[in-house]
């Protein structure tokens, strides 16, 4: 058995704590938020804060949960040159917690990828979240 391990604002697993605080990233197609299609919100695991909307959710083919759009001012981005690639990283911007990386071969209308690993989310389904909509997307 796995012992929880304290995040920046809450308990994380050990494989939570790997990517969010250590940068790792999970294996491609063993997160079950890749099937994940009810309405809701994608939440930083660590500190709650509300990063993505379902309705910017897409299947991207590419093994993790991936967005074409982030909620505004959620989610900030770094340069990545880690691994001998060069990347663009995006991180929660309330905790600093590592999510994944951006890539410009998304859909319209932004053309971007957020590709995210699950493990760094926690989603939350529409009603369940107590809190007010932050808007649709699918309206900027």
Aim: hydrophobic share 30%; proline share 9%.
């Amino acid at each position: 058995m796995t012992r929880p391990v304290p995040g920046i604002c809450g308990v994380l697993t050990p494989d939570q704590y790997a990517v969010l605080r250590e940068h790792g990233t999970e294996r491609p197609f063993s997160s079950a938020l890749n099937d994940e299609k009810r309405t809701g919100h994608f939440a930083c695991a660590d500190c709650g804060t509300v990063l993505f909307e379902s309705s910017t959710k897409y299947e991207s083919g590419s093994g993790w949960p991936s967005f074409w759009d982030i909620v505004p001012g959620a989610v900030g981005v770094q340069e990545d040159d880690s691994h001998g690639m060069r990347r663009i990283e995006v991180h929660c911007n309330t905790c600093q917690g590592h999510l994944g990386h951006v890539f410009p071969d998304g859909p319209p209308p932004t053309g971007l990828r957020y590709c995210i690993n699950g493990l760094a989310l926690n989603f939350v389904p529409q009603g369940l979240d107590g809190a007010s909509d932050p808007g649709s997307a699918a309206d900027r």
